[in-house]
């Protein structure tokens, strides 16, 4: 497995709060020059009212101040974006847990945790590829709380599914009414590296990207014999 140490700052599109200013500053000059040719030919004994053009400079000048205020806002939380990747490097190459149902298959193993808030009558564990196919099931803990589950990377066939795949872990649990009970799902894997992307810090788990809000622990203990 290829480990990626740098932080990969792909810069966000600004486009939308920085592209309006020289689009403003063109339209502010062709205001001025309409504002100063009508001030030079006014008919000095009907002069226009230039309460309005005053009112129209103060407005134009708003919104100046205000894409102004939007592109300083944008360059701090890049700056702030830039930080949280340098903070999170250390993490490359360590295993973490966080919040959500896809995991990477690594050297032919794909870690979850699930957590059963009452005892189930049955669990069924159904782990699909990123096609919504399912490609391996068996039986989970009935018992409530928190479960670990270990996939080998082996189909329901036998089959060894290649590393590098990325795979969800649905649980159907029930209880003695057949009534469905609702499951949180977590995931395990190693950090490839960290990326920025749309202004938010991503954590690269060999192919599966992980926003870094959803960080549950770092070097968790995960049970490898279920």
């Not at 479960?147 to 159907?172: E, I, N, R």
């Not at 991503?202 to 770092?218: F, H, M, Q, R, T």
């Given at each position: 497995?290829?480990t990626?140490?740098?932080?990969?700052?792909?810069?966000?599109t600004?486009?939308s709060?920085t592209?309006?200013?020289?689009d403003?500053t063109?339209?502010?000059?062709?205001?001025l020059?309409?504002?100063?040719t009508?001030?030079q030919?006014q008919?000095?004994?009907?002069p226009?009212?230039?309460s309005q053009f005053?009112q129209?400079?103060?407005g134009?000048?708003e919104?100046?101040?205000?894409?102004?205020?939007?592109?300083?806002?944008q360059?701090?939380?890049q700056?702030?974006?830039?930080?949280?990747a340098?903070a999170?490097?250390?993490?490359?190459?360590?295993?973490i847990?966080y919040?959500?149902?896809?995991?990477?298959?690594?050297?032919s193993?794909?870690?979850?945790?699930y957590?059963l808030?009452?005892?189930?009558?049955?669990?069924?564990?159904?782990?699909?590829?990123?096609?919504g196919?399912?490609?391996?099931?068996?039986s989970?803990?009935?018992a409530?709380g928190t479960h670990d589950?270990?996939?080998?990377g082996?189909t329901?066939?036998?089959?060894?599914?290649?590393?590098g795949?990325?795979?969800?872990?649905?649980v159907?649990?029930?209880?003695?009414?057949?009534n469905?009970?609702t499951?949180t799902?977590?995931?395990?894997?190693?950090?490839?590296?960290?990326?920025?992307?749309?202004n938010t810090?991503?954590?690269?788990?060999?192919?599966v990207?992980?926003?870094?809000?959803?960080?549950?622990?770092i070097?968790?203990?995960?049970?490898?014999?279920?």
């Amino acid at each position: 497995m290829t480990t990626t140490t740098g932080v990969n700052a792909t810069q966000p599109t600004t486009s939308s709060s920085t592209s309006g200013v020289p689009d403003f500053t063109s339209n502010f000059n062709t205001f001025l020059t309409l504002l100063t040719t009508q001030l030079q030919n006014q008919d000095p004994l009907s002069p226009v009212d230039t309460s309005q053009f005053t009112q129209q400079l103060v407005g134009f000048s708003e919104v100046e101040q205000q894409i102004n205020t939007n592109s300083n806002l944008q360059q701090l939380i890049q700056l702030q974006n830039n930080d949280a990747a340098i903070a999170a490097t250390p993490l490359v190459g360590t295993t973490i847990q966080y919040n959500s149902a896809t995991a990477p298959l690594s050297s032919s193993q794909a870690g979850f945790a699930y957590n059963l808030p009452s005892k189930a009558s049955s669990v069924n564990l159904l782990v699909e590829d990123a096609s919504g196919n399912v490609v391996y099931s068996t039986s989970g803990n009935t018992a409530a709380g928190t479960h670990d589950f270990v996939w080998d990377g082996k189909t329901s066939a036998g089959v060894q599914m290649p590393d590098g795949g990325q795979y969800t872990l649905q649980v159907v649990a029930t209880d003695a009414s057949q009534n469905a009970i609702t499951t949180t799902v977590s995931s395990f894997g190693v950090v490839d590296g960290v990326n920025i992307a749309n202004n938010t810090t991503n954590l690269d788990l060999s192919g599966v990207s992980v926003p870094l809000s959803e960080l549950l622990a770092i070097n968790p203990k995960i049970d490898t014999s279920k």
